[in-house]
């Protein structure tokens, strides 16, 4: 550590380009993409049990006489736990939230890029970190 602190501010520029904004980019770029994966996921198995239950529904009242031995109850019960689990998992919100962080981060990546002197490099590094700590900051307040 000391002498990375020692070194030149290109040098300490390239190493912290690599080693801790292109990892933070990296990390919110496949949490972006696994929350909008797992809402889509999650919407369309809420979707398919509510078609699947109106169909049978439809099915069941055209013919009185056929059993539908609860599955249109059964159908929709996993409609609504999709939906719930889509609602407490905020898929949706946390793919936005973390894509947000990643065009930040990038437009800090490009300011970071831009630094030639000691002072605007550790500017820099500061403005990049209170990104990111801002961002640990919101993920903390929605889980509590």
Not at 5 to 26: G, H, I, W
Not at 32 to 61: C, E, K
Not at 68 to 80: E, F, K, M, N, S
Not at 116 to 141: L, N
């Amino acid at each position: 550590m000391r002498s990375l602190r020692a070194a030149p501010v290109a040098e300490r520029k390239q190493f912290y380009l690599a080693n801790r904004v292109r990892d933070q980019v990296a990390w919110y770029g496949a949490k972006a993409a696994a929350n909008m994966r797992s809402g889509t996921r999650w919407f369309w198995v809420g979707l398919g049990a509510q078609g699947l239950a109106l169909i049978l529904a439809f099915t069941v009242t055209a013919a009185p006489d056929r059993p539908d031995l609860g599955l249109v109850g059964g159908l929709t019960t996993v409609a609504a736990v999709a939906v719930a689990w889509t609602q407490f998992s905020r898929h949706d919100e946390l793919s936005k939230s973390y894509a947000l962080a990643v065009q930040e981060l990038a437009f800090l990546r490009s300011t970071l890029e831009g630094t030639s002197t000691e002072e605007a490099f550790s500017q820099a590094v500061v403005e990049t970190e209170s990104a990111i700590s801002r961002e640990h900051t919101m993920w903390m307040a929605r889980r509590g």
